[in-house]
């Protein structure tokens, strides 16, 4: 007697290789990009899609920069969890831009204007940096992980000492923070 087998026909799985995805997903990305560019056009169409223009080039900036930065970082540390904001310069950024308004009030603050204070920023952001990984890979003997380590302590002092000096400042001065911060810290 020869058994009945009651095998059923496994559906196809479609496969695409990594480059026919990539394509795919470019294609996606453009599509957006074209639909963030031309929803809800009215008045000015010139200074609008010129605005688009540069938000989305800036988007697209970012993006790119930040990819570049965590694939070269996963690179060095040969681990695919780490991200660059475990050292803390976000951290640091956002305890800068806090005492910048705790000590200098708002008034103060405004006096440096936009692109100073982009260009004042940048410079203690740099200078911190490279003091900080000097002082952590020359000659001190420390090595990949114990640098991690550090960068992970560093980055929680900051984000502790500002969010302390963040409850010290008035409600005008906290809010006067959070366009700047907005992005590091979406949910607060």
Same mark, same amino acid.
């Given at each position: 007697?020869?058994?009945?087998?009651?095998?059923?026909?496994?559906?196809?799985?479609?496969?695409?290789?990594?480059?026919?995805?990539?394509?795919?997903?470019?294609?996606?990305?453009?599509?957006?990009?074209?639909?963030?560019?031309?929803?809800?056009?009215?008045?000015?169409?010139?200074?609008?899609?010129?605005?688009?223009?540069?938000? $989305?080039?800036?988007? *697209? !900036? +970012?993006? =790119?920069?930040?990819?570049?930065?965590?694939?070269? %970082?996963? /690179? &060095?540390? @040969?681990?695919?969890?780490?991200?660059?904001?475990?050292?803390?310069?976000?951290?640091?950024?956002? $305890?800068?831009?806090? *005492? !910048? +308004?705790? =000590?200098?009030?708002?008034?103060?603050?405004?006096? %440096?204007? /936009? &692109?100073? @204070?982009?260009?004042?920023?940048?410079?203690?952001?740099?200078?911190?940096?490279?003091?900080?990984?000097?002082?952590?890979?020359?000659?001190?003997?420390?090595?990949?992980?114990?640098?991690?380590?550090?960068?992970?302590?560093?980055?929680?002092?900051?984000?502790?000492?500002?969010?302390?000096?963040?409850?010290?400042?008035?409600?005008?001065?906290?809010?006067?923070?959070?366009?700047?911060?907005?992005?590091?810290?979406?949910?607060?």
């Amino acid at each position: 007697m020869h058994a009945e087998s009651s095998v059923t026909p496994q559906p196809h799985k479609v496969s695409f290789s990594p480059a026919k995805r990539l394509c795919l997903l470019a294609l996606v990305v453009v599509a957006l990009m074209a639909i963030f560019m031309l929803i809800n056009l009215q008045g000015n169409i010139s200074y609008i899609l010129k605005h688009r223009g540069q938000i $989305l080039a800036t988007m *697209v !900036l +970012v993006a =790119f920069a930040s990819g570049i930065s965590t694939l070269l %970082f996963q /690179t &060095i540390t @040969q681990n695919r969890i780490l991200t660059p904001s475990v050292m803390g310069l976000e951290s640091l950024f956002v $305890l800068l831009q806090t *005492v !910048l +308004v705790f =000590f200098l009030n708002i008034a103060g603050l405004g006096m %440096f204007g /936009t &692109i100073g @204070q982009f260009v004042g920023e940048t410079a203690l952001l740099v200078l911190f940096a490279t003091l900080l990984y000097r002082w952590l890979l020359s000659g001190a003997g420390l090595d990949l992980h114990r640098v991690l380590l550090i960068g992970l302590v560093f980055g929680t002092l900051f984000r502790s000492t500002a969010g302390l000096m963040q409850r010290l400042l008035s409600p005008g001065e906290f809010a006067a923070t959070k366009p700047n911060l907005r992005h590091l810290y979406p949910g607060r």
